[in-house]
């Protein structure tokens, strides 16, 4: 099992990113895929969750309506689209595996495989 994320980079407050997580080994239908991200000094929280099966998503109240998830099962890959984005957005930004079959949310504790993280700053 692989996740690799991709995609940050320097943009300036107001810009756009998006992050890709490109699986391997597993099939993203199947489980929750989480975007995580740890800024210095902080502990890593959760941004959002696409859920296994219908998709439904969920984020974290400091990115909702910015930040939207997405899952492409033909290419067994997850999104993360950043819109708006603020200097607080700077961070290390992970993607996800839960450890559940069929699972419906993302959590730090319920984390199987963690992607090596992208660095994301926003600064002018």
């Known amino acids: 099992v692989q996740l690799q994320a991709s995609g940050g980079g320097l943009v300036q407050p107001g810009g756009s990113l998006r992050l890709s997580c490109a699986a391997s080994g597993f099939t993203v239908d199947y489980y929750a895929i989480g975007w995580f991200r740890q800024a210095p000094g902080k502990e890593r929280e959760g941004v959002s969750c696409v859920s296994a099966g219908d998709g439904e998503t969920y984020y974290a109240d400091s990115v909702k309506g910015r930040f939207t998830t997405s899952r492409d099962g033909a290419m067994n890959t997850v999104y993360l689209q950043m819109n708006s984005l603020k200097p607080e957005d700077t961070a290390v930004y992970y993607c996800?595996?839960?450890?559940?079959?069929?699972?419906?949310?993302?959590?730090?504790?319920?984390?199987?495989?963690w992607g090596k993280g992208t660095q994301v700053t926003v600064s002018s």
């Open positions: 996800a595996r839960d450890r559940v079959v069929g699972g419906t949310i993302c959590s730090l504790n319920g984390v199987a495989y």
